[in-house]
């Protein structure tokens, strides 16, 4: 192999490799390298690939063994030197990496029935091979994986024709063969690079170059970018606080210089809640609803006035029944009933009187309402007169008997009383709230709510229902408010 100066026409060194007799077919510049080229050996005795420096034309730096015949063509990727493409009489494209130690295959593609008698790369997309094949066939090929097509040998058709090597009823399968490099090349990597991390660190990465003719290395470095000192110094905090698990603190420093007023320390005010003991009930109060004052409040509303001695007398009756020793209990009951009472002292008010301490009678008659609940209760048969009393509109009595029915006999009289208290053409903001506490309906409360009330619909949702439920439905009730 003779390399010319071709300004001056002139022969400049000749490349010879003395301890062989390789006969050399083509020649290969090094992409980056202009003192380096490779030389490829068409005997079928010496299928050798040399890698030779001009500088030291003595004996070649590498000799690449992998053909088992005479190589026909090399190429290599102008896009990246660590691959290096050559076909051979062995019916064989081997990708190698000249600059690997010894040289290393890193792929092979797949052929066709002949062999390749040119390989090349695209100088647009560096991932791209073609090659030319002595069936007149031009074979395009791609490094970045997938599956590519293979044309199977068949030495019946080669020997006697095409379609005889096919045999009628069975299916004619193209193998498949993956081709796919052991490492990314060079048009894939990038060479440098940086993004930011948390708490203002800067990770940035860098291909050094090797020294002396070693390979490249790349390297990181971690540095700390700081613009703003203040968020430095509070993200610092906040670590901090994360680390030793002190967020109720954290947020009572955070309020201190927030100070009382304004949406954001509100904000803190409920976020350190949550951090803190009986976090509902600090809740309500940021809300500006006290529980123990509305109790108070319903309590004095709702508390009839204490009527004195009703309840000295209570006990002094319970205490003067004695137990006799007859038969019957119900003949002692009746004897302490009809027994002479005591005398009650003048400045001692009568008891308040129930519907028993009346004169009444009752009716069988069926044709009128009053009978038909009569003659239900004898009969006992309680789910009858609940019936009965909801037909009538007399939910009060219904939901009282419902009681005695059981609690699937009251949970379904109450939904019908809220039934009926929707139907009615009347404001239900009374009995929503209601409904709500009596069914557990709390979704509908969060869905069909005002949100004029929505922190009424909040404290109930606080004071009635599971964390889990409570954090689902507040969720929803936000929702509403932001899509508002």
Not at 328 to 335: G, K
Not at 384 to 399: S, T
Request: hydrophobic content about 40%.
């Amino acid at each position: 192999c003779v390399v010319w100066d071709l300004r001056k026409n002139d022969p400049i060194i000749k490349v010879s490799d003395s301890t062989s007799r390789m006969r050399c077919k083509v020649v290969a510049w090094h992409p980056d390298v202009a003192t380096q080229l490779c030389i490829a050996s068409e005997d079928d005795h010496t299928p050798v690939i040399q890698i030779w420096d001009l500088r030291l034309a003595s004996s070649p730096l590498k000799t690449l063994e992998g053909h088992t015949k005479g190589v026909l063509s090399v190429a290599w990727c102008q896009a990246d030197s660590d691959l290096l493409l050559s076909c051979g009489k062995d019916n064989r494209i081997l990708v190698w990496n000249p600059n690997s130690g010894p040289g290393e295959i890193v792929a092979e593609l797949p052929t066709s029935n002949q062999w390749s008698f040119d390989v090349s790369w695209c100088p647009r997309n560096p991932a791209i091979i073609s090659s030319a094949s002595f069936d007149g066939r031009v074979s395009l090929y791609s490094l970045m994986g997938g599956q590519q097509q293979v044309q199977p040998s068949n030495s019946v058709s080669d020997s006697f024709g095409p379609g005889l090597g096919e045999v009628a009823g069975q299916p004619q399968h193209t193998p498949q063969v993956t081709c796919q490099l052991k490492s990314p090349p060079k048009w894939l990597r990038r060479p440098c690079g940086a993004t930011f991390g948390f708490g203002g660190q800067l990770v940035s990465f860098e291909t050094v170059a090797g020294v002396g003719g070693a390979p490249s290395k790349p390297a990181v470095y971690i540095s700390s970018v700081v613009t703003e000192p203040e968020l430095v110094e509070a993200s610092s905090k906040l670590e901090t606080s994360l680390r030793e698990g002190n967020l109720g603190d954290f947020c009572q420093a955070k309020l201190a210089t927030l100070g009382e007023d304004g949406d954001k320390s509100k904000l803190w005010q409920f976020i350190g809640a949550s951090f803190g003991e009986n976090c509902d009930q600090q809740f309500l109060k940021l809300l500006g609803i006290n529980l123990d004052e509305l109790s108070s409040q319903l309590k004095a509303l709702l508390e009839p006035v204490k009527e004195n001695g009703i309840e000295d007398e209570v006990i002094e009756k319970v205490a003067d029944l004695e137990v006799t020793e007859a038969s019957d209990e119900f003949e002692m009951i009746a004897a302490q009933a009809v027994a002479a009472p005591e005398e009650v002292p003048a400045e001692a008010e009568a008891p308040a009187l129930t519907t028993l301490d009346q004169v009444f009678s009752l009716s069988k008659d069926p044709t009128s309402d009053q009978g038909q609940l009569t003659i239900a209760l004898l009969a006992g048969d309680i789910e009858l007169a609940v019936d009965l009393a909801i037909k009538q509109n007399r939910f009060a009595e219904a939901l009282i008997l419902s009681i005695r029915g059981g609690q699937e006999l009251l949970l379904k009289t109450q939904a019908l009383y809220f039934q009926k208290a929707a139907s009615e053409d009347k404001d239900v903001s009374s009995v929503a709230l209601v409904e709500a506490v009596a069914m557990g309906s709390w979704e509908k409360l969060v869905e069909h709510c005002g949100l004029d009330s929505w922190r009424e619909v909040l404290a109930a949702l606080v004071t009635y229902t599971d964390s889990d439920t409570k954090q689902v439905l507040s969720g929803r009730l936000a929702d509403r408010l932001s899509a508002d």
